[in-house]
């Protein structure tokens, strides 16, 4: 092996910036830092919360509603056609309805 050529290798710590976690890796940088982490993260810790700065769940669930109506009204119309007319009486329909 060449001397000189390769990167110092350091036991330096990672930092997390959100937190403040601190943790031991081997690496060739030194000072890293990240912006979040295991310990930080809402998918890890179960506190998962949707930003909505734009309304796009509003826009989301506003379409989504009118999607499920319109199937249910299309739904209503298929069951409508597939049911047969109930067929008249030959009296009623010779006699009137008095018969």
């Known amino acids: ?3 000189g050529i390769h990167p110092k290798y350091n ?3 990672v ?7 601190h943790w031991q890796i081997g ?3 030194t000072n890293l830092r990240v912006e979040i982490c ?5 998918f890890y810790t179960g506190e998962q ?4 700065t ?7 669930m506003k379409r989504l509603s009118a999607s499920q109506n319109r199937q249910a009204a299309m739904e209503k119309q298929r069951t409508a056609k597939s049911q047969p007319e109930p067929k008249k009486s030959l ?9």
């Open 1 to 3: 092996m060449k001397q």
């Open 11 to 13: 036991m330096d710590g």
């Open 15 to 21: 930092v997390c910036t959100t937190c403040g976690t």
């Open 27 to 29: 690496t060739t940088r």
């Open 38 to 42: 295991s310990n930080c993260h809402p």
């Open 49 to 52: 919360r949707i930003v909505d």
């Open 54 to 60: 734009a309304g796009q769940v509003d826009r989301f």
């Open 91 to 99: 009296l009623k329909e010779l006699y009137g309805e008095d018969a």
